[in-house]
Structure formats: C-alpha cells, structure tokens
Nanobody, 118 residues
Framework: QVQLVEAGGGLVQAGGSLRLSCAAS????????MGWFRQAPGKERELVAD????????YYADSVKGRFTISGDNAKNTVYLQMNGLKPEDTAVYYC???????????WGQGTQVTVSS
C-alpha cells in the first residue's frame, strides 16, 4: 500500500498559476508511475498527466498540453504538477495517484480543490 498526500490547491484567477505536490509514503519501492487526475462536478475522473518513475516519460491530456508540467523527485517520492495559464474549465478536485508496473492506478490521495475564477 502506498499513501499519498496532496498539497497546493486553492483559488486563482484565470490566467494564474498553481503548483500541486504529492508526497508518497509506505511501499514506495513498488511505484512504477505517478499521475494527476481531476474530477469536475458532474463529470468523470480524467487523467491529466503522469510520469514514469523508471524513465521519466510523461503523458499529458490534450486539454492541458503546453500549460501544465508534471515532474517528479524520486529521492523524495514526490510528484509535482505546475499549472500555468489556468482556465475556469480547469476547476476540479485534483487527485494524485500511483501505480505498480503493469497495474492500473489504484493508490489515491484525498484530493485537493482547484478553483479558477473568470
């Protein structure tokens, strides 16, 4: 089991920036990748970005490409999401997640609210 604790959400005006962080503890040696998901009211949870712990390869949803940057610090077992050029449609609860090799994401943080005002 991996425990995940997010920080850094909040209220920001459109065009502003926020940086989310997620610290992992527990069986961190088993982590293959970490990612950020988000869920807006009335919508399904979607993958925003993730990063491979082995080779640093990243993935971004089309809606955030060029605005969000995911990065990780293996030594600290921490993943970050730098969000620039925020839009009202980015408003959601953001969840950090971790997965093991060849497994789906099944370790989740408690979520942090990001609200972007127009």
């Amino acid at each position: 089991q991996v425990q995940l604790v997010e920080a850094g959400g909040g209220l920001v005006q459109a065009g502003g920036s926020l940086r989310l962080s997620c610290a992992a503890s527990g069986r961190t040696f088993s982590i293959s990748a970490m990612g950020w998901f988000r869920q807006a009211p009335g919508k399904e949870r979607e993958l925003v970005a993730d990063i491979s712990w082995s080779n640093g390869r990243t993935y971004y949803a089309d809606s955030v490409k060029g605005r969000f940057t995911i990065s990780g610090d293996n030594a600290k077992n921490t993943v970050y999401l730098q969000m620039n050029g925020l839009k009202p449609e980015d408003t959601a609860v953001y969840y950090c997640a971790a997965r093991q090799r060849s497994s789906p994401y099944d370790d989740w943080g408690q979520g942090t609210q990001v609200t972007v005002s127009s």
